[in-house]
């Protein structure tokens, strides 16, 4: 196939042929259970799946993909439905289909999507590769002889598409297939299919003109090609067909197209599958559905801006109003008073006014009118794209059977997954960061969590460990539970790991509690396993799951009991897509809150408010809720309350799930539809920022992530943040590679690092980043190390910035004058490997 068409047809092709994995991948372990209560099309909804898997990577010329489908295929034809899939077989079928799906990710990477260890697969599912097929084989030839036919289909799919790029080309491939179809079928002696082979050629000539005459011929050679593989399955002996198949998988493959593809996998849209009403859909890129609900929030936050000119107009016209009746009055005073030569022109005047003012009023009413039509069709636009964007939430559930299945396996553990929620709708944005945290923890569960086998014996638990993921709908939020039956956390050994890491000194590790120990693991570098194995011990996972539930509005946290198990829950929004927002007002500063989080408004009395163990409380509704400043948690300078002169205090009530907490506010300034937009990499770990919103004022607000600020109020973890805040360190090298391996190697050490390519650019994050100490290179292009430490040292809020200077400079004189420049510390690089960088760091930052 012609690769500029390849590659404009992948993206459909790679969205569904995931989506065919993901379900064929289900009903194969579905075959593996009892044959009791299995449905009854499971097999046969499985054969045409991976039926038309096959043709679809047949009409793209992935050859690879082809055999391995194939070979799926042929296995599952000689199952029995009454009996159980094989273990064997089942291992091998997803081992095929995980790797076609790596040869997907090859694909959408711009590569050649092939599939590795082809033959191995091949033989493990009892195959050979096409050419080692006896092509003399009677059963064979018929075989194939179906894939010359899937061919052929999937070129009438295309020729079915309103746009075709080269539709000459596109019929000349497939009269060629049929013709060589028909000439091979003529010497086997299969007359009836040499027969609707040449009849199908003559339909496909037929089609090449187009318009209606073409639609009438692809009604024709639709029918034909069903009786074509009716008769081709009767002529299962016929070797000159296998011949056939020989030279056309020779010759270039047909050229669909995208609509081709969008009709179904193989194209056969007007064939078997055509019996029923057709399935109105169509494929929609990503990136075109996000950029249409771009134009809609825009679109959205017009309006509001044109509602807000509209009450500035309401105001200027009863203004105006005022003004005619003053010019009245003067008019009717200076009639009574003789009048004059002003008078005629002032009656003028003001009637001319009036009518002025009479058309005002109708445009007025005109564009309040036209305003109210455009707001009802943008909000239902805005519902549709929503709703086109929510999508089931066992698409991301189902492909964890497979997960649970190869981990399970390769630990040698027994585990049985129970999977829930799987109907409830969410925003496939959402669903797509979930992906990977969800493996991240259903892998540390299998891994960390359940036991071994003769563990749970020995415990009196079931040999198999349960483990259950479920998405429970709350309102407008959703959780994500991960729950495992297995021996629970261990708070000491968290400790322990943690303090070996130097995460934590040894007495502050000891100071924490279960709970506050437990959210260590969502620490950076953080593993309790002590060697790298395929599946845990690189210091990954956990922190990945934490990151992106802060980057979607939610949060994450974890429930343990000794010797019963873990549960981890990650709360999310339903959706990402504008939302109303509840202005308020701290100080200066406006922020807005999502208001499905705000429980309600109040004011607090100061005897309302009170301290329990230590901490702020507020009684409402006989509970005793936390009270904490919003100016103070979102790092704001902390303000005198209402409370503390006697007066009553403003407060939002914010809930997320089970959890409450008051926060006191100066005011309520509004609520309105907000977009929330990115705030950037730079600002990406301010966790109680979800991002930023353009008020219809033009105005630019944080989005405080409710969730986030919910969470930091328990006061364990107030305490941990506190006392695990790790110092941040700033790496300045214009070596790319030199600066990734100090990043890596002080990361790995709990430190969170922020990297700069010169001096220049380490000073600009310096002015906007807090940063504990700087770790630069000496020769660099604009700004060397020698410089920039001599700038830091001399600005009156950063002299006492520790930095360390790494150069390849060795000599006497060069340290001298390093550390002359201010340099706290000085490094030859072949000493950071050994070490030194980081004992030379703990010297410099003890209380870390």
């Known amino acids: 196939m012609d690769p500029q068409l390849l590659r404009s047809i992948w993206p459909v092709f790679s969205a569904e042929t995931r989506e065919q994995i993901q379900a064929i991948g289900s009903k194969v372990l579905g075959l593996e259970g009892p044959a009791q209560g299995r449905e009854p099309d499971l097999l046969p909804s499985l054969k045409r799946l991976v039926h038309s898997l096959k043709g679809s990577a047949a009409s793209l010329g992935l050859d690879d993909i082809e055999q391995v489908v194939h070979a799926i295929e042929d296995g599952l034809a000689t199952f029995n439905q009454e009996e159980r899939l094989p273990r064997d077989t089942v291992e091998a079928m997803l081992r095929g289909l995980s790797a076609i799906e790596g040869a997907m990710a090859r694909g959408d990477a711009g590569q050649s999507p092939v599939v590795e260890g082809l033959s191995s697969l091949l033989a493990a599912l009892g195959h050979e590769s096409a050419e080692a097929i006896p092509q003399t084989a009677a059963s064979g030839a018929a075989a194939q002889g179906l894939e010359v036919l899937d061919l052929l289909e999937a070129g009438l799919g295309a020729l079915c598409s309103p746009d075709v790029p080269d539709r000459a080309a596109v019929v000349r491939t497939a009269v060629e297939r049929a013709r060589t179809l028909k000439a091979s079928a003529e010497s086997a002696g299969a007359q009836k299919v040499a027969t609707l082979a040449e009849a199908a050629a003559l339909g496909f000539t037929r089609m090449e003109p187009g ?25 299962g002996g016929a070797g000159a067909v296998a011949r056939a198949v020989q030279s056309l998988r020779a010759s270039p493959s047909p050229a669909p197209v995208e609509g081709a593809a969008a009709q179904g996998p193989t194209g056969a849209v007007a064939t078997t599958e055509s019996r029923g009403p057709a399935d109105q859909t169509v494929r929609v890129s990503v990136k075109t559905l996000e950029s249409i609900a771009l134009q809609v929030e825009l679109l959205l936050a017009g309006r509001a801006q044109q509602t807000r000119r509209g009450a500035a107009h309401r105001v200027l016209m009863d203004g105006m109003r005022e003004v ?9 005073q200076l009639a009574m008073a003789g009048g004059g030569p002003a008078l005629e022109p002032l009656r003028a005047g003001v009637t ?6 009479k058309q005002l009023l109708e445009l007025t009413k005109e564009s309040h009118r036209d305003g109210e039509q455009l707001t009802l069709v943008a909000q239902v636009a805005r519902d549709d794209l929503r709703d086109l964007r929510m999508v089931p939430a066992s698409q991301v559930l189902e492909p964890l059977r497979r997960t649970v299945r190869e981990t399970s396996a390769r630990l040698d553990k027994q585990v049985t997954l129970e999977l829930s929620g799987g109907e409830v709708r969410l925003d496939r944005r959402i669903l797509d960061a ?29 040999e198999a460990g349960r483990l259950t993921v479920r998405v429970e709908p709350r309102g407008s939020r959703i959780a994500v539970v991960v729950e495992d039956d297995g021996s629970g956390l261990s708070p000491s050994r968290v400790r322990a790991t943690a303090v070996r890491r130097g995460l934590l000194p040894a007495d502050e590790a000891e100071k924490l509690s279960d709970a506050q120990a437990a959210r260590l693991i969502f620490q950076p570098g953080f593993s309790t396993r002590e060697q790298v194995t395929a599946t845990s011990g690189r210091g990954v996972g956990l922190d990945v799951v934490q990151a992106t539930a802060q980057r979607l509005q939610g949060s994450v946290d974890v429930a343990f009991t000794a010797g019963r198990g873990t549960r981890f ?33 109040l004011r607090l009395n100061p005897d309302d408010v009170g301290t329990v163990a230590g901490r702020v409380v507020a009684r409402l509704d006989g509970e005793q809720l936390t009270f904490l400043s919003l100016a103070e948690a979102i790092g704001l300078p902390r303000l ?22 008051l926060y006191a506010i100066d005011e309520v300034v509004g609520q309105q539809e907000i977009v929330v937009r990115s705030l950037g990499r730079h600002l990406k770990g301010v966790r109680h920022l979800a991002g930023a919103a353009v008020l219809d004022d ?51 050490a709990g430190y969170p690092v922020v990297t ?13 980043t807090p940063c504990q100490l700087v770790v630069s290179d000496w020769q660099m292009p604009r700004l060397d190390g020698v410089g920039l430490a001599r700038r830091i040292k001399s600005h009156p809020q950063l002299h006492r910035t520790p930095i360390i200077l790494v150069t390849s400079l060795d000599s006497p004189e060069d340290r001298a004058a390093g550390l002359e420049a201010g340099a706290d510390g000085y490094l030859v690089k072949r000493e950071v490997e050994r070490g030194r960088l980081l004992e030379l760091v703990r010297q410099l930052l003890p209380a870390s």
């Open 569 to 601: 829950t990650v709360d999310l929004p339903l959706t990402l897509a504008a939302a109303l927002g509840l202005l308020v007002r701290t100080g200066t500063t406006v922020s807005a809150i999502p208001s499905d989080s705000v429980n309600r408004i």
């Open 640 to 661: 005198p309350l209402a409370l503390d002169s006697g007066k009553v205090q403003a407060a939002a009530l914010l809930t997320v799930g089970e959890d409450k907490v």
């Open 434 to 462: 979930l992906k990977d945290p969800l493996l991240h923890l259903v892998r540390n569960a299998i891994d960390h969590g359940l036991e071994s086998t003769e563990e749970r014996r020995a415990a009196g638990k079931p």
């Open 211 to 235: 318009g209606d005459s073409a639609g009438l011929a692809a009604s024709d050679v639709a029918g034909t090609l069903v009786d074509l593989r009716t008769a081709l399955e009767a002529a």
């Open 324 to 332: 005619l009746m003053h010019l009245e009055r003067a008019s009717s």
């Open 698 to 748: 033009g105005r630019v607000v944080p989005v405080l992530n409710a969730a986030e600020l919910v969470r930091a109020a328990r006061p364990e973890t107030r305490s941990v943040a506190r006392e695990t805040a790790r110092p941040r360190i700033l790496v300045c090298d214009d070596a790319l590679t030199t600066r990734f391996a100090m990043k890596s190697l002080l990361e790995i």
């Open 352 to 357: 001319q006014m009036r009518g002025l003012q």
């Open 756 to 768: 700069a390519a010169d001096g220049e650019e380490a000073w600009g994050i310096l002015e906007r």
